[in-house]
């Protein structure tokens, strides 16, 4: 099996301040580490290796010292690793984000399942995934908790909706993001370390890719503009509509029209 993992590194603190102009986080001289529920992705992609053999590849976007983790990916177990550097990838949001990771992953193989955490300790949108996998066309499942079954040609896996668990079966390719508790992820090993310290990392910049649009990349694709960022209140208000699709389509927009949102 060919299992793609997303990577990120992010801050290793929680004390990182906000650029009140920008509402971008100030990261320079800030110390780093993979994203916590990347390892628990890893820990899934490692597991289904050993249990029915193939190849694990880390994927991270960033900055060249982005490196640093898909070292310690190394370190742990995975056999290939990708960097998606460029300038022309700054300052991008989570549209761009994902773009540019989905036309990485069209350069970078074929694969049966990608696998990406949850979501991050610093954008924390649990986003990334979702629509990583609507621009490569293929199935996902989010917040998956529990790995039942992995066929030749699918997977069946528990979801974890706010008051319910569904289980669902998705056939090869598909992404999943997966929370953490799923498996326990493994520490990394002082050998693997010491065997993978030359191991090749390969760098796609932009001129690889198909979509050579400037405008998707980078701070020219993202169409977010952070304008205040806060704490959310507490809110344990909670509407729950039955319906079929088109009625509950119309619900969702009713409702984001009477908050304003649209
Ligand atoms: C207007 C705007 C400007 C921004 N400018 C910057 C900026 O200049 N610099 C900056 O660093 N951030 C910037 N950001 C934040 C950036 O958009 C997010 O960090 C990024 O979109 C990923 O979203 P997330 O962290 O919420 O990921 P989530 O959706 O919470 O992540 C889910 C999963 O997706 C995968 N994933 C997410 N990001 C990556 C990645 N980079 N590589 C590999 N896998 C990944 C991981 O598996 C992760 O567990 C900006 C955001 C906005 C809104």
Redesign the pocket.
Known sequence: MNILV???QVPGTNKVEVDPVT???K?DGVDSKM?P??LY?LETALRIKEEKGGNVKV????PPQATKVIKEAYSMGADEGMLLSDRKF?????LA?SYT?SQGVRKSGDFDLII?????T????????PEMAEYLGIPHVANVRKLIEVKDNSVVVEMDMPNTLEIIEVEFPALI?VEKDIFEPRLPSYKKKMETENREIKVLSFKEFEDQDEKKYGLSG?P???ERIFPPEVNSHREVWQGEGEKLAKNIASKLKELKFI
Do not use: E, F, H, P
């Not at 994927?59 to 960033?62: A, E």
């Open positions: 997303c990577i990120k509402g971008v986080l990261r994203n529920y990347d992705a994927l991270s976007m960033g700054a300052g991008a949001d989570v984000t990771i990406c955490g949850k979501q991050t610093d954008g924390d949108t649990a986003q990334v995934g993001t993202s977010t503009q952070v």
